[in-house]
């Protein structure tokens, strides 16, 4: 479903994921009418709104890794 037709508040919600900006990069690609860096600084924000998610949830990743491993060493 295209982001333009959902509503403010699920747009909202829906920016607490990385998907939501992959699609609004893609839009803007989409829309660009020549590639000059002023028009394609939006895209490398939403570019690093993702790599940050991606760091979030690598470092949850292995904090969770840790843990169960100290739970297994101390279980044992």
């Given at each position: 479903m295209p982001q333009e037709?959902?509503?403010?508040t699920?747009?909202?919600?829906?920016?607490?994921?990385?998907?939501y900006w992959y699609v609004k990069s893609n839009n803007t690609i989409?829309?660009?009418p020549n590639m000059q860096m002023i028009n394609t600084l939006?895209?490398?924000?939403?570019?690093l709104i993702i790599i940050g998610f991606t760091l979030t949830?690598?470092?949850?990743?292995?904090?969770?890794?840790?843990?169960k491993r100290i739970g297994q060493v101390n279980g044992s």
């Open positions: 037709l959902l509503g403010e699920v747009l909202k919600i829906a920016s607490f994921t990385p998907t989409a829309n660009i939006p895209i490398f924000i939403n570019i949830f690598l470092a949850i990743s292995l904090v969770l890794v840790k843990q």
